[in-house]
Each structure stands twice: as C-alpha cells, then as structure tokens.
C-alpha cells in the first residue's frame, strides 16, 4: 500500500509512522488547549476572589482574649487573698502559741507556788507541838 500526499509516497512502515506522529502532536494540541482552559479557569477565579469576611471571628477572639485576662487577673486576687488569709491565720496561730505557752507557764508557777505553801503548812502543821497532843487524845 502506497499513498501520495502533496508529491510525497508513502510505503507501508512510514504510512504507519507518520500517522503516529500526527496522533502524538494531536495528543500534544489537544493537552495544552485543555492545560490553557484549567489556566484560563484558575486566572478568573483568583481576579474575582474575594477574601472571607473574617471581622465576627476576629470580635470573638478578642472577647475571649479579654475574659482570658479577667480570669488571670481574677486568679490573681484569689492568689493573694488566699496569701493574706494565711499570713492572718498563721499570724493568729503564732498568737495562740505564744498565749498557750505563757498561760502553761503561768500555771506552772501557780502549781509550784501552791506546792510550797502546801508543804509549808504540812510541814508546819507536822512542827507544831500541838499538833501531836490531838492525836493521842482522840
């Protein structure tokens, strides 16, 4: 088989090569025509995109933000309230202590005095003469 295009024969073996290198550049067309349509497409949608309106996102967090910093500084004065309470509380402790400790004292010295004047008028009561006559009359 031979066919004559434009003065040119073709055989057999070229007729099949020059029929694949028309259906490659074909291929090759037909790809960069649908590449410059998906180009063509992208380039409308970035000239018309409009960037979201993202202005309630940014008024809830900066509500958050701020009820973030009325925690902290919430946290904060409990912090130093509890610091003072028992700053108060240890101080009232160290009072009760220092009470205790000296009313302890107090009251061993009064024991310790009261132990004298006991064994004094024992004693006393044991030295007197007469103590010994009223014994041996009951």
């Not at 101080?91 to 132990?115: F, G, H, I, N, Y």
């Not at 004094?120 to 006559?133: R, S």
């Amino acid at each position: 088989m031979e066919i004559d295009v434009g003065g040119l024969k073709f055989k057999g073996g070229k007729i099949f090569m020059v029929l694949t290198a028309l259906s490659t550049a074909a291929g090759i067309v037909w790809g960069a025509a649908l590449f410059w349509q998906d180009y063509m497409d992208m380039k409308q949608q970035i000239q018309t995109y409009v960037a979201p309106d993202l202005s309630d996102f940014d008024k809830r967090l900066e509500v958050i933000q701020q009820n973030s910093e009325k925690a902290v500084d919430y946290t904060r004065d409990i912090k130093n309230d509890l610091k003072d309470d028992i700053r108060k509380l240890e101080d009232v402790v160290e009072t009760v202590e220092r009470s205790t400790k000296e009313a302890q004292r107090d009251m061993d010295k009064d024991l310790r005095e009261l132990r004298k004047e006991v064994d004094m008028k024992i004693k006393k009561a044991l030295d007197n003469p007469l103590a010994g006559m009223n014994a041996s009359s009951n």
